[in-house]
Each structure stands twice: as C-alpha cells, then as structure tokens.
C-alpha cells in the first residue's frame, strides 16, 4: 500500500493564481482531513470528508475549496492565492466510525509559498 | 472546550538520555481518545499511539513508553535511552468519541525535541 500520496510536494504560486493539491489514499477510509501547517505551528483543519460527495468547513476554510468523487480522492482548491495561504499542506485519512476515533495517516505534504 | 497542552516548546537531551514529554488535556467527555504523533525532520507525521478514556493502562514499545493519568488529565510520553533518530516534533492529539460526524481532532502545538550525539 501506498498510504496516502500528495502531489505536487513544491509549489510557487504567484498572488492572484490558482492551483490544486492532489491528495490520494488506498486504504478505503472513509474520512480524509486538509491540514495546514505554519511554520512553528501545529495544524489547523481546512476541510474534511466523511465519504464520497460529503465534504464540510473546518476552522480555517476561507480560500479553499474542496470536491469529494471517489473514496481515494480528495482534492484542494486554492482559488486566488494569497500570501496568508503561504503553508505545509497536509491530506489525512483515517478509518470512519460513528464512535471510535481512529489514528489518521497522513501524506507527505506540500510546501507552498505566494509570493 | 477540548484543548491540549504541550508546555514544553523545545527539548535537548544527549544521546541516551531518557526524555518525558508532556501532555495535559481538558475535555468534558466521559469518551475521548488520545493521540501521539511524530514528526521527523522529513516532514511527514506518523502516527505512534492511540489510547481511549477507559484504558488507563501504560503502554510500553521498545524504548518508548506512555503514562495515561485520568486524574490528572496527562498522556506523558517517554523516550528511554534517547537517539538520534528521535529527534523530532511530537504532537500530543485529543479526540472525542461521541460525535456528529468526523474525527474532530485537536492537536497540541507540539514540542521540538533534539537529541545531540
């Protein structure tokens, strides 16, 4: 197994472009995370996915945006960029269950810097 | 509110030290699981223990050990005889159990540990 595999691991963008972050997981979870790490900082959750064509807010979800097709993926959208959104991106998955939660895997994360 | 709590921003040991890094955590859940994760220098979080509310008992691999205290609201970790390769960030997590849909995990602000040879 793969586990979970982002794409691309460096970006540039410049202000004002748009770009998306591939994430993919071959473990069946039903539930996949964007994250994104600042530097010295822990992470904050973008968006996330409890199963196909099911996708909702986390705490920073402003210019982002995210679609949900299939189990293995999980796209992020980043429309106008921003030098605030300068970041690690991070894509998770984790097995779905109602009541018991589940270690999340993660991918090996993007670096993005807006200039 | 969950929160979680590193307190200690960076550590340094020498090699072969025994490190504990802590966690503290406040939850008003009776069900919540406990997380630790390691991030190396490479980047990449991976994922070294779960621990749900109502298992109190230590765990122990290898070098590594965890020290659950319900009263004390503490997920301790323990690195025995500390490497090289254990330098790294390491993330405390917080989940409950008891939820309406996803895995809302909160993560602590992590503690930078270096190991010198």
């Known amino acids: 197994n793969a586990g979970v595999t982002q794409t691309p691991k460096f970006r540039i963008l410049k202000i004002g472009q748009s770009m998306t972050l591939q994430c993919t997981q071959d473990?069946?979870?039903?539930?996949m995370y964007w994250y994104r790490q600042d530097p010295g900082m822990g992470l904050k959750l973008i968006y996330y996915s409890v199963g196909a064509g099911i996708t909702d807010k986390g705490e920073v979800p402003n210019g982002y945006n995210v679609s949900r097709s299939t189990t293995e993926d999980f796209p992020l959208r980043l429309e106008l960029a921003a030098p605030s959104q300068t970041s690690v991106y991070f894509c998770a998955s984790s097995r779905g269950d109602s009541i018991i939660s589940y270690e999340q895997y993660f991918g090996p994360g993007t670096r993005l810097t807006v200039t | 509110a969950q929160k979680v709590t590193q307190a200690q921003t960076e550590i340094s040991v020498v090699e072969k030290e025994d490190v504990t890094l802590d966690c503290v955590y406040e939850?008003?859940?009776?069900?919540?699981?406990l997380f630790w994760y390691k991030q190396p220098p490479s980047g990449e979080l991976v994922f070294l223990i779960r621990?749900?509310?109502?298992?109190?008992q230590n765990e122990i691999s290898g070098r590594y050990s965890w020290n659950f205290q319900k009263s004390t609201s503490s997920f301790n970790f323990t690195i025995t005889a500390s490497q090289v390769v254990d330098s790294a960030v390491y993330f405390c997590a917080l989940s409950e159990a008891l939820k309406t849909s996803y895995d809302k995990v909160i993560f602590g602000p992590g503690t930078s540990l270096s190991v010198i040879p």
């Open positions: 939850t008003r859940d009776t069900t919540y699981y």
């Open positions: 473990m069946n979870h039903n539930y």
């Open positions: 621990r749900n509310s109502f298992d109190e």
